[in-house]
Structure formats: structure tokens, C-alpha cells
């Protein structure tokens, strides 16, 4: 089992509807969770972190964070064609490590 | 130009050879971090710095990788008797000093071995 899991997709979605990407992770003592965006050939552009559990806000994005069911997640509300990318949703573990676990990535189409 | 720097950008070697990656981490970034990504694949973490000073290197694959930042700045990966399996992007982060502190990428060295 991998220590962060995504659906590789790709996800489509019509111009303007929600999309909403997925991510499950194995360690119960992550305490960071982090998305990421990248365009192809481009390098990973971070869109949001969320630290509890809950949902963040920011734009037209909201992560959703669960650590009892050890699940992440990311809505994009409204969606762009210039939204099409991959998704990479990123774990940090205990405090004494500062590494990223990554997953595969998700790719989202939206079309117009 | 406040971004991660790495250099170079493409950088093509036959097996065996010996290649270094550059990388210049915003400034003030105290953690500065190494990560390969194979295609289609997340990036997979290789070391990390806070300054000059390299506290987890349990990523790197084998000991034909070294990484050093002697200053505490510009770190540079080494790759020494390359293997066609060492071709990826070798990505760069960096980060201000925190835990939480998010990390930012460069654009990547893509290396291909031939």
C-alpha cells in the first residue's frame, strides 16, 4: 500500500461545474497536508495547505481534511479550462521529518 | 527572479558519466529539499537541508548520489556513474525554518541518461 493514494484519472469535468479530487494517506501521525498543482513539463505550484480538521477556503478552492478517516480532499469550484493540470497531494509526517510524501496525482480535465 | 533557481534545465549524459544539478533556493529559505520524479509519478524525496547542515538523506537511492550546500545556500546534487534509471526530473524546494512551513519548487532539472 502506498503512504499517499490518488486516483490517477483523469478527472473530467464541464467548464464551470465543481471538480473534486481525492486523497487518502496510511500514516496517522501526519499532521501537514498540502495540494499541489503541475502543469506539464512545469514544477509544482502549491494552491493549499491545511493543517486541521475541517474545511479550508481559499478562492475557488476548499480543502477537506479528516485525519480520523485519514482522507484529504480538494473541491475547485467553478472550473476553468486553465485548471486542467495534475493534482498532487502532498503529506508531512511527524515533526522531526520534514519530507514530502507525494501521491501519483490526479490529472483533471475541464472542458470548455 | 524570486523563485527557486535550478540549473540546468535539460541536461543530457551518456551511462557512466558524471553529472551535478544546481540548485539556488529562495532567499532566506533556510530548508532546501531534493526530490526526483519519474513520469507519470509524484515526486519521490531524496535529502534535506537546513543550512549547511544535511539531516535526512534516506532518499537517496544509492550511494552514487551525494548532495552537499556547503555555505548553507546553493546546493548542488551529484550523480556519479550514471545509470539509465537515473533519468527523471530532479526537483528542488525550499522552505523558510518551521515545520508548517510550506515548500516551493523550482522548475526542475529533467536529466536523461542515454
Known amino acids: 500500500q502506498k503512504e499517499v493514494e490518488q486516483n490517477s484519472g483523469p478527472l473530467s469535468v464541464p467548464e464551470g461545474a465543481i471538480a473534486s479530487l481525492n486523497c487518502t494517506y496510511s500514516?496517522?501521525?501526519?499532521?501537514?497536508f498540502f495540494w499541489y498543482r503541475q502543469y506539464s513539463g512545469k514544477s509544482p505550484e502549491l494552491i493549499m495547505s491545511?493543517?486541521?480538521?475541517g474545511d479550508k477556503e481559499d478562492g475557488r478552492f476548499t480543502a477537506q481534511l479528516n485525519k480520523a478517516s485519514q482522507y484529504v480532499s480538494l473541491l475547485i469550484r467553478d472550473s476553468q479550462p486553465s485548471d486542467s493540470a495534475t493534482y498532487l497531494c502532498?503529506?508531512?509526517?511527524?515533526?522531526?521529518?520534514?519530507?514530502?510524501?507525494f501521491g501519483t496525482g490526479t490529472r483533471l480535465l475541464v472542458s470548455p | 527572479g524570486a523563485g527557486v533557481s535550478q540549473s540546468p534545465r535539460y541536461k543530457v549524459a551518456k551511462r557512466g558519466q558524471d553529472v551535478a544539478l544546481r540548485c539556488d533556493p529562495i532567499?532566506?529559505?533556510?530548508?532546501l529539499f531534493w526530490y526526483q520524479q519519474a513520469l507519470g509519478q509524484g515526486p519521490e524525496f531524496l535529502t534535506y537541508?537546513?543550512?549547511?547542515?544535511?539531516?535526512?538523506k534516506s532518499g537517496l537511492p544509492s550511494d552514487r548520489f551525494f548532495a552537499e550546500r556547503p555555505e548553507g545556500s546553493v546546493s548542488t546534487l551529484k550523480i556519479q556513474r550514471t545509470q539509465q534509471e537515473d533519468s527523471a526530473v530532479y526537483l528542488c524546494a525550499s522552505s523558510r525554518q518551521g515545520f508548517n512551513q510550506p515548500q516551493h519548487f523550482g522548475d526542475g532539472t529533467r536529466l536523461s541518461i542515454l
Open positions: 502532498a503529506v508531512k509526517g511527524d515533526t522531526g521529518f520534514q519530507k514530502l510524501v
Open positions: 537541508f537546513q543550512n549547511e547542515a544535511q539531516l535526512d
Open positions: 491545511i493543517y486541521s480538521n
Open positions: 500514516d496517522r501521525g501526519s499532521q501537514s
Open positions: 532567499s532566506g529559505h533556510v530548508s
